[in-house]
């Protein structure tokens, strides 16, 4: 597809519970973003990745909250022993190297139970 | 500690009427302006952008007006239409490099016919 990709749409998990969120970027971006959009605010910076690295993650939360990039394409955000506050809609976005966020994912909508 | 203030929350505009949300700032770094579109079920969509070197921008119906000095940003929706209601979110970013952008809260607008 042309756009950002994010799966699962949805994910209804129960607390304590781990979870794995999906983006696939826009082929050719070599920057990548997670935000994450709680209901009625704006979206929150999470992570940045240029590559295969995390350049910036002064968003993440907490240490429960972790993202990969192995390859340089897709990521991961990874999050360990869930809690009823960490539910909310997780974004994802990429662009050439710093460029403008055109666009973002659809995201993950993610209810921890 | 919101860094990017947006009012109103809500707006009800007739069909053919000016939309205007506003929004003001603080950290004198933001050196990026853009603003972004929001339907039910989507990610966030760049709709216009400026830099604090200039004052006004208009890309069709949509204009952003910029007052340095006050720190203050607005968007102005000319000939507003039944399919511009959605969410508009505006935003900044620090100097320097990449998106790692600040968003406001976020102002629902609902234009009916």
């Known amino acids: 597809g042309a756009g950002v990709s994010q799966t699962p749409s949805n994910k209804v998990t129960e607390k304590g519970k781990y979870v794995e969120l999906r983006c696939d970027p826009i082929s050719g971006h070599t920057a990548l973003y997670w935000y994450r959009q709680s209901l009625g605010q704006g979206p929150e910076f999470l992570i940045y990745f240029q590559g295969t690295g995390a350049a910036d993650d002064s968003g993440l939360p907490n240490d429960r909250f972790f993202a990969v990039r192995p390859e340089g394409s897709v990521s991961t955000l990874k999050i360990q022993r869930t809690e009823r506050g960490d539910s909310a809609v997780y974004l994802c976005?990429?662009?050439?190297?710093?460029?403008?966020?055109?666009?973002f994912g659809q995201g993950t909508r993610l209810t921890v139970v | 500690q919101q860094q990017v203030k947006q009012s109103p929350q809500s707006l009800i505009v007739q069909k053919g009427g000016i939309s205007i949300i506003n929004c003001a700032y603080e950290n004198t770094a933001f050196d990026y302006f853009p603003w972004y579109q929001q339907f039910p079920g989507k990610g966030p969509a760049l709709l216009i952008a400026?830099?604090?070197?200039?004052s006004e921008k208009k890309e069709g119906r949509f204009t952003i007006s910029f007052n340095k000095s006050a720190k203050q940003f607005s968007l102005h929706i000319m000939d507003s239409q039944p399919g511009d209601s959605a969410t508009y979110f505006c935003a900044a970013k620090r100097t320097g490099g990449y998106q790692k952008v600040t968003f406001g809260t976020g102002t629902k607008l609902q234009v009916i016919p």
């Open positions: 976005a990429s662009s050439q190297d710093r460029g403008v966020l055109a666009f």
């Open positions: 400026i830099r604090p070197d200039v």
